[in-house]
């Protein structure tokens, strides 16, 4: 068999090895198929050449050659489990868990950072902020003493994307700012079985919205979903427009969001990357129910909903809940509405999840409008007074909107002129977005009535 057609025979090769004496050649083999699977965008099969790879290394002897052979195989299986079972699936810590020990057998070798990224995705996807935190410190210590660029882009985005989970949106911007500029096109490393630079650009997009840069968002949202389909990486083009479908539903942009959730579901099932179909799944619900097709949106929405849930991904629970919330509210179902509002900012409280509070207690104060006047204004101003410390100027607009239409049903038109004016006047960009139109319109009418 010449080198020329060798890559016709990899499975064949594997399979012949691995049921053999020849231990080592059937480790080699097996691990040549499942990195051309992994192009392929074929995981379930990599995952079953990678597996039995490592199984056949266990009956090698124990030294520092089998850890050697081990780590690469882990680094491989890792993301072809997130890419088949989703984020939160039990394989991928354990996978990570294992690639940690041998890292420290052999030293600490430089592998060891995409380790570190691994261990640090299984924490933010259960919503431990707080070990997710004290990971990405972990990597931006060990990146430093390195001084390796491409280690300290993964450590200034884990970093960001914490950040954000925390609610700590300006800080969030910084570290992914940095992470986009210390990219290097010439080094295509994946981590994760993603882009980095995909990864930086698009979670760049959702703290720019919410500090009140609607346009510069979809910019980068966009930017991000360009490149990485000019990179033809399934993977990252996938996760590239789940970011971009909720900056639009973020902007308010049913049509926008459902179109680009179609190709994502399309994309999704040509390439086997289930992780992230019941995100799909819940954000065409919310389209829908923004576009008149509220039963059948909250029946996608809760379809979305226990999908993430039983991947065990927490960290977008709340956000997904207050998609449910408001969808019950405009279809009238009122207590539906306030439960899963309440089941939001109950996880948001105990995983220090900050990241939608704000915009939780202006659903909870829309939800109680017309029942209870008073509570609703105190939910009202205590969302404000969150978006206020986290300077989310998106979530401030509108909690003051609700609150001031609020104020002018109690005839208390000049207040709700005055607090609504001010933070309209804040904003430089996004005019053509709904809340600020919206925002204008009500600002319109409050200058024209008596």
């Not at 607090?419 to 977005?433: K, R, S, V």
Request: glycine share 8%.
């Amino acid at each position: 068999m010449s080198p020329d057609n060798l890559g016709d025979h990899l499975t064949e090769l594997a399979h012949h090895y691995s049921h053999s004496d020849h231990a080592h050649k059937a480790i080699e083999y097996l691990g040549l198929a499942a990195r051309q699977a992994i192009r392929r965008s074929a995981n379930a099969e990599a995952i079953g050449s990678l597996t039995t790879a490592i199984d056949l290394l266990q009956t090698l002897p124990d030294g520092s050659e089998r850890v050697q052979r081990e780590l690469p195989l882990l680094l491989s299986l890792g993301p072809a489990f997130i890419a088949v079972k989703g984020w939160g699936a039990p394989e991928v810590e354990r996978t990570f868990i294992r690639a940690r020990e041998l890292c420290e057998r052999l030293g600490n070798p430089p592998a060891s950072i995409l380790v570190a990224n691994g261990l640090w995705m299984a924490s933010i996807i259960r919503a431990d902020l707080s070990s997710a935190y004290d990971r990405a410190q972990e990597m931006l210590h060990q990146s430093e003493r390195t001084g390796d660029r491409f280690q300290l882009q993964l450590a200034q985005s884990v970093l960001g994307q914490t950040s954000f989970y925390m609610g700590k949106f300006s800080i969030a911007i910084e570290h992914l700012e940095t992470a986009i500029s210390l990219h290097n096109p010439e080094r295509s490393v994946l981590a994760m079985g993603l882009n980095p630079h995909v990864v930086d650009i698009s979670s760049a997009a959702w703290p720019l919205w919410y500090l009140g840069y609607a346009d510069e968002a979809l910019k980068r949202g966009n930017q991000a979903l360009a490149l990485a389909q000019n990179l033809a990486h399934p993977h990252s083009v996938v996760f590239a427009g789940v970011y971009l479908a909720i900056l639009h539903l973020l902007r308010r942009e049913p049509s926008a969001a459902q179109e680009t959730v179609q190709h994502l579901i399309e994309h999704s099932n040509e390439n086997g990357l289930a992780d992230m179909l019941s995100f799909a799944t819940a954000m065409n619900g919310v389209a829908m129910v923004e576009m008149g097709r509220g039963e059948e949106g909250i029946s996608a929405i809760e379809e979305g909903l226990a999908g993430i849930r039983a991947t065990g991904l927490e960290m977008v629970r709340p956000f997904h809940l207050c998609w449910l919330a408001d969808a019950c509210m405009k279809m009238g179902r009122i207590e539906e509405g306030l439960a899963a509002v309440t089941e939001a900012l109950a996880a948001a409280g105990e995983h220090e999840n900050r990241f939608n509070e704000a915009e939780s207690h202006r659903i909870r104060g829309e939800l109680l409008f017309n029942s209870d006047a008073a509570e609703a204004r105190r939910c009202f101003v205590k969302g404000i007074e969150i978006a206020r410390a986290q300077s989310a100027k998106s979530f401030e607009l509108r909690g003051t909107l609700s609150h001031a239409r609020l104020l002018a049903s109690q005839g208390r038109r000049e207040e709700a002129q005055a607090n609504l004016a001010e933070i309209y006047n804040w904003f430089t960009e996004g005019f053509d977005t709904a809340d600020l139109k919206d925002a204008k319109a009500l600002l319109d009418e409050l200058s024209n009535s008596p």
